[in-house]
């Protein structure tokens, strides 16, 4: 089992920044690939961005590539999304995702979820 925290979310106006952190406990975090996704009301939940085991590979959806950028500390078993230019259709419940060895982009391939963490962005 992997017990993940998310933290960070609030209320920003577009064009600012939030940074989203990701505690985790449990099984050794290395060996997890981390993911973040996010709802919005009424949508599906949706990827945003993965890193793998080491850190070294990034994968970004899209609509949020070039602006924000996943990180991760395997020291201190944190996994961190920095959100700059924030947008209006950024608003959502920003989750974060653990999966044994490699990433995915969807949703159900990861088994251990946040409580998620709410992100608004006011025009």
């Known amino acids: 089992q992997v017990q993940l925290v998310e933290s960070g979310g609030g209320l920003v106006q577009a064009g600012g920044s939030l940074r989203l952190s990701c505690a985790a406990s449990?099984?050794?975090?290395?060996?997890?690939?981390m993911g973040w996704f996010r709802q919005a009301p009424g949508k599906e939940r949706e990827f945003v961005a993965a890193?793998?085991?080491?850190?070294?590979?990034?994968y970004y959806a899209a609509s949020v590539k070039g602006r924000f950028t996943i990180s991760r500390d395997n020291a201190k078993n944190t996994v961190d999304l920095q959100m700059n230019n924030l947008k209006p259709e950024d608003t959502a419940v920003y989750y974060c995702a653990a999966r044994g060895l490699s990433h995915s982009y969807y949703a159900g391939d990861y088994p251990y979820w946040g409580q998620g963490t709410q992100v608004t962005v006011s025009s």
């Open positions: 449990g099984r050794t975090f290395r060996n997890y690939a």
């Open positions: 890193v793998n085991l080491s850190g070294v590979l990034t």
